[in-house]
């Protein structure tokens, strides 16, 4: 005789068969939220704290590379000062970048990447420079050795990249006072770079505007081969901030 009240072990075969079709759609739904608070998360990171850009030419040779990702650090200027010998990201002033320069279409793969940080899709909008001198600093080029001097003090300067047989720290003599709220930034790849010493023609006389940095570039995250940290070499420095004091 039999108890029709207990469960057959057909019912108990679609009861384990419904529990775990429930198992998987939790699983599945907690993986989206995680997914997409991660993406979130990411987003805001991206926009407020730190975000990537490729390197699209050769003016800091050797210190970058072309391809090189670095990752910049969008705190500084926002909320930390800026110093001499940053290697700084920033929109261009006003005539630095070619005007007919085509813009490619960034497509859905790059475009989910560069929330995360690992596609950098408007790189070819933005400038990579070294400062060189800050607000009310004087700067000049060339001294007898070729070299920049910043307040009076020459630089000596282990990161610049010079064509054989040149000494001279830059493509053009100058001599310059850089306003209040400006920038006077240089490539390393100092015969080989559109920097402020060669935009002096322009509306803007060479300068950056601090407004227009959009972060300090921290590290070289890509190629793995090429991974370290940038420096701002301040003993490079020092000399023309005792000077400014």
């Given at each position: 005789m039999t108890d029709e009240s207990l469960p057959t072990r057909s019912d108990r075969s679609a009861a384990a068969k419904k529990?775990?079709?429930?198992?998987?759609?939790?699983?599945?739904?907690?993986?989206?939220?995680?997914?997409?608070?991660?993406?979130?998360?990411s987003f805001l990171i991206k926009t407020f704290v730190?975000?990537?850009?490729?390197?699209?030419?050769?003016?800091?040779?050797?210190?970058?590379?072309?391809?090189?990702?670095?990752?910049?650090?969008?705190?500084?200027?926002?909320?930390?000062?800026?110093?001499?010998?940053?290697v700084v990201v920033f929109t261009d002033p006003g005539g630095w970048l070619p005007a007919n320069m085509e813009k490619s279409d960034t497509n859905p793969i790059e475009w989910a990447l560069s929330l995360v940080?690992?596609?950098?899709?408007?790189?070819?909008?933005?400038?990579?420079?070294?400062?060189?001198?800050?607000?009310?600093?004087?700067?000049?080029?060339?001294?007898a050795l070729g070299q920049l001097s910043v307040n009076g003090?020459?630089?000596?300067?282990?990161?610049?990249?010079?064509?054989?047989g040149d000494s001279e720290a830059a493509a053009v003599h100058f001599s310059v006072t850089v306003p209040?709220?400006?920038?006077?930034?240089?490539?390393?790849?100092?015969?080989?770079?559109?920097?402020?010493?060669?935009n002096q023609n322009l509306p803007g006389k060479g300068f950056v505007p601090e407004k227009d940095v959009v972060g300090r570039a921290i590290v070289i995250s890509w190629p793995i081969s090429h991974w370290t940290w940038l420096s701002n070499y301040p003993d490079v420095f020092r000399?023309?901030?005792e000077e400014s004091k």
């Open positions: 529990n775990k079709q429930r198992s998987l759609k939790l699983f599945l739904r907690d993986l989206v939220i995680i997914f997409l608070v991660a993406i979130l998360v730190v975000r990537s850009f490729y390197i699209p030419s050769g003016s800091m040779e050797n210190t970058l590379q072309i391809n090189d990702l670095i990752i910049v650090n969008e705190l500084e200027p926002k909320l930390m000062p800026i110093h001499h010998g940053d940080g690992l596609a950098a899709p408007d790189s070819d909008d933005h400038l990579v420079k070294r400062v060189i001198g800050l607000p009310g600093d004087k700067v000049s080029c060339c001294n003090s020459p630089l000596n300067e282990p990161y610049v990249k010079l064509p054989p209040k709220g400006k920038l006077w930034v240089m490539g390393d790849n100092r015969h080989n770079s559109q920097d402020s010493s060669l000399g023309a901030e």
